[in-house]
């Protein structure tokens, strides 16, 4: 079990550019979530998937956010067009099915806007 | 809705108790969680209680819980300067599909000798 892992741990872009995130979640955990964090917030959810299929998305999620689990496992999020309200720490986690659903995070990707 | 609140600050002298106080507006949520977060890391699960339980003790950690007053506390017992650290309460709401976890905006722990 090595964790859930997240690249890169930092991405520096301008405005306008395209940046994409990978998580790859602990791997026998079916359940597998993004969250946003912003400066002084706590977490906000994103989306969620269960293996490959993506069951819910946040209204957060505008149409220049796009994520995906293509075969179950790995997940990526991609974000279009940044801007500066997209800085932020993106954060991944991944659950198995459980009563409680304890959620796993990685260390998160830091997403600077310039 | 759904709304997780927390105090934004604690400061406590190393060998005290620190009480980090909850409240959460969903009364469907079943389990309700403490996550700590070092700076710059993710967060890491400190534990959880499930919606029918009062109290659950684990090592130095104490969660008691008042579902009529959906009041959540977390008790650090003999605080150490490792404890520093953004300790963040997080429902399980129905509203969510029980999918997902809504988070408060995180109490500062600050552990001073």
């Known amino acids: 079990d090595t964790g859930v892992s997240q690249n890169p741990r930092h991405k520096i872009t301008k405005r306008g550019q395209n940046v994409t995130f990978r998580c790859d979640p602990i791997s026998e955990h079916n359940r597998l979530y993004w969250y946003r964090q912003t400066l002084g917030q706590g977490p906000e959810f994103l989306t969620y998937?269960?293996?490959?299929?993506?069951?819910?998305k946040s209204r957060l999620l505008s149409d220049r956010f796009s994520a995906e689990r293509p075969k179950g496992s790995f997940s990526t999020l991609e974000i279009q067009r940044t801007e500066q309200g997209d800085s932020a720490m993106y954060l991944c986690a991944s659950s198995r099915p459980s009563g409680a659903n304890v959620l796993t995070f990685g260390a998160g990707s830091r997403l600077t806007v310039l | 809705g759904e709304d997780v609140e927390q105090s934004l600050f604690l400061s406590v002298r190393e060998g005290d108790s620190s009480v980090i106080n909850c409240t959460y507006t969903?009364?469907?949520?079943?389990?309700l969680y403490w996550y700590k977060q070092e700076p710059g890391a993710g967060l890491q699960l400190l534990t959880y209680?499930?919606?029918?339980?009062d109290m659950k003790q684990d090592q130095r950690l104490t969660v008691l819980l008042n579902k009529k007053d959906k009041h959540l506390s977390l008790r650090i017992a003999d605080t150490q300067t490792g404890d520093s650290a953004i300790y963040f309460c997080a429902e399980r709401p129905l509203s969510g599909g029980y999918n997902k976890l809504i988070f408060g905006a995180g109490t500062r722990l600050a552990v001073h000798p």
């Open positions: 969903d009364s469907s949520s079943t389990y």
């Open positions: 998937f269960q293996n490959e299929a993506q069951l819910e």
């Open positions: 209680i499930f919606s029918n339980m």
